[in-house]
């Protein structure tokens, strides 16, 4: 049997939108219509990052630390942290994550020292506060950032998207133009979306095993 040998089947942006279009029962006429279902597109990767942990998306990332310097302005892009830890002497030492309010009652935000807890200000251009403040500037902080999808841009190009999202891109964009161009397909494609993208999220997981094991804490002795 003869194959293909062949691993890199890639839509581009157009290719997209004409799929999407065609499972619509439309076509693709206009500069207009390319430029709809494009901020369409948009607004569904957006969409994306509200439904949770796309593991495609996580990055490593690295602070240096100044002395004192207890807040760090972080990349736009950075839309959560899912876990920190301070590098010292050739140690990774884990750092706990803190709610706003548990930041806000810290009673002496200038305490120096290794800095164990952060807490992450998401704001447009994200902030991170950490503390202890550090007493050094050799420490190095490691963060797994949770990152923004690019965009779709110009048409021609592809989209930084594993190939096992394919099928959710093109059916999710689908469900998008037929609110404004066939709403007598929403629901059919809406329910076709939410399965791939079920599909999707499933294959994405990771597969790591993991054990829950119930606080004490909580357990009263009488």
Known sequence: MT????????????????EAFERCGLEVRTGYDLKTAKRSLNL????????????????????????SDGE????????????????RDGTYLSMARISRDAYLNIPNKS????????FLDRQITPNLKIWPIPEN??????????????????PVNTLKVP????????????????????????????????????????????????QVSPSLDYYAVY
């Open 3 to 18: 194959v293909s040998g062949s691993t890199n089947f890639e839509l581009d942006v157009t290719e997209y939108i004409e």
């Open 44 to 67: 569904m990767l957006a969409e994306w990052a509200n439904r949770g942990l796309n593991q495609w998306t996580i990055a490593q990332r690295t602070q240096a630390l100044t002395t």
């Open 72 to 87: 760090y302005p972080l990349n736009e892009n950075v839309i959560d942290i899912l876990s920190m830890s301070v590098l």
């Open 111 to 118: 305490t120096t020292g290794r800095p164990n807890q952060f």
């Open 137 to 154: 500037s050799t420490d190095v902080i490691y963060y797994d950032a949770l990152t923004r999808i690019d965009d779709a841009d110009t």
């Open 163 to 210: 190939f096992r999202f394919y099928p959710c891109l093109a059916a999710g964009l689908a469900y998008y133009i037929s609110i404004k161009r066939a709403p007598n397909k929403v629901q059919l494609l809406k329910a076709v979306y939410e399965e791939e993208f079920e599909r999707a999220m499933t294959e994405d997981r990771d597969r790591s095993s993991f």
